[in-house]
């Protein structure tokens, strides 16, 4: 296996700490659009950039709603992300194993 | 999308595709500390709640059993060794339970406040049992206040309302823990439910003011006993245990510098 073998929207630094911070919520939990961004001291708008590829490639789901007036926005993984997300760390292990043998 | 929370800086953003991509070991260290973070961030702190929670009752109750001794007609009649001498039912003054009183509220607004606060900015199954479980302890203290009321309209002396006071708190505390762990499928809280509720069946039978000697002692104690477990805990899956790969031998590799808080 190879890095060309690695899932390439979840392989850019940003978006795998995207990815990796919505899997460590549980199956059927939500995240704020701005808790997620200061978790993870993106801009809005840069976080936005890579909400968007995540969502195209089915991996993110976002919600749209409303507190009171206030719009509001909530992001989770996807089934088909979080499975993703898994195949990916596994590759990750066996790179690094493959590397140290 | 989501812009409208925040600075519209779309344009000044670097492009995405510009990082560099990193090698296995950074990308596995990068997911661990950010998953750690993101937990962090959304569940509250077992440590700090139990510390708060055993200092609380530590020193709340050590309060209430040493103005205890002090009431009982002849204090030098008190004493470890049972026998003739021992008072029974002596009562602690009102400024001592005013100083307890002050401790356990202290405790129950860090608890919530705290709670609330980590918790902010998440929605779905976990909010929705979190927040079931919170009406929970309210309902049951609630509850528990007109119990008590009764009680005392039925004519329950003083000795019996200190003894049912603090064996119904307990009970209330130690069922909602054992709830808490079912819940949450979390075997230490389960744990500190049974010792709870242990503790409160001990401290009822002992008889004031003795009562209120093993719920510092072996109440506040365990409390503490629990924090120092989840923070040897904590330091150890931070140090192992990184991403959730089954069968995964890779992380421990990937360096461990993690350092404990």
Request: glycine share 10%.
């Amino acid at each position: 296996m190879t890095d060309a073998d690695l899932d390439a929207i979840i392989h850019a630094p940003a978006r795998l700490r995207v990815v990796a911070t919505l899997a460590a919520l549980g199956e059927g939990d939500e995240l704020s659009f701005p808790k997620l961004r200061k978790l993870l001291d993106m801009t809005a708008g840069n976080l936005s950039t890579h909400l968007r590829k995540l969502e195209d490639a089915g991996y993110v789901r976002v919600v749209k709603t409303h507190e009171g007036r206030t719009p509001a926005t909530y992001l989770a993984l996807t089934p088909r992300g979080r499975a993703a997300f898994e195949d990916y760390t596994a590759a990750l292990t066996t790179l690094l194993r493959g590397a140290g043998a | 999308m989501a812009n409208e929370h925040d600075d519209r800086d779309d344009e000044r953003a670097p492009h995405p595709e510009a990082e560099p991509a990193l090698d296995p070991a950074e990308s596995l260290r990068l997911i661990r500390d950010q998953q750690e973070r993101a937990r962090s961030a959304t569940e509250p702190d077992t440590r700090l709640l139990c510390l708060a929670w055993g200092v609380a009752w530590l020193v709340g109750y050590l309060v209430l059993w040493t103005s205890a001794l002090r009431t009982a007609s002849d204090p030098d009649a008190v004493r470890f060794t049972a026998g003739a001498g021992w008072v029974v039912g002596a009562q602690p003054e009102p400024w001592a339970f005013w100083v307890f009183s002050g401790l356990i509220a202290s405790a129950v607004v860090l608890t919530i406040v705290h709670s609330v606060s980590r918790t902010a900015g998440t929605r779905g199954v976990s909010a929705r049992t979190g927040a079931m479980y919170g009406w929970a302890w309210m309902l049951g203290f609630v509850t528990y206040g007109f119990i008590l009321g009764g009680l005392a309209r039925a004519g329950a002396s003083a000795e019996v309302m200190a003894l049912a006071s603090n064996a119904l708190a307990c009970l209330v505390v130690g069922l909602l823990y054992l709830g808490g762990a079912a819940a949450f499928g979390d075997r230490g809280l389960f744990l500190l439910g049974l010792w709870i509720l242990l503790v409160a069946a001990v401290a009822t039978y002992a008889g004031l003011p003795l009562t209120y000697l093993v719920m510092a002692l072996l109440g506040g104690g365990g409390f503490l006993v629990m924090a120092g477990v989840e923070h040897l805990l904590g330091a150890r899956r931070r140090r192992h245990a990184l991403v959730d790969v089954p069968g995964a031998a890779g992380p421990r590799a990937v360096g461990s510098e993690v350092t404990d808080d």
